[in-house]
């Protein structure tokens, strides 16, 4: 059978306890998340993750990512130096390889997909 889940008010989903970024490398970053979906066989999730301000690394060398923010503001930094910044309402795919550094502009909140491969 197929699961079809609605997701609605993401920006008001409650989410587990803020705790420390592992990856952050300037700003004391706290980070919260809430898994809303997982895939029977665990290789797609879908949830809820947010961050506070500051800069992190990121790597997606094992699995791939899809997000949408929700609410704030973010600077992407790729491996070659291009720069992006998204806010509210935008979206990205990093693909399986990605790596970069994130820097949050204003406390964010996304919608993730991530697919392991």
């Not at 809430?34 to 797609?44: F, G, K």
Request: charged share 25%; glycine share 10%; with cysteine.
């Amino acid at each position: 059978m197929i699961d079809l889940s609605a997701f609605q008010a993401l920006a008001n989903v409650p989410l587990g306890p803020f705790g420390a970024k592992p990856t952050s490398i300037e700003g004391k970053q706290q980070e919260a998340s809430r898994v809303l979906w997982t895939s029977a066989d665990e290789r797609i999730s879908i949830g809820i993750w947010e961050c506070t301000p500051g800069r992190f690394t990121a790597d997606r060398t094992k699995a791939s990512e899809f997000c949408h923010l929700i609410s704030g503001r973010i600077e992407m930094t790729h491996a070659d130096g291009r720069k992006v910044q998204l806010g509210a309402g935008d979206a990205i795919n990093l693909p399986l390889g990605w790596t970069g550094e994130w820097r949050v502009l204003e406390q964010v909140r996304k919608l993730y997909v991530i697919t392991r491969g």
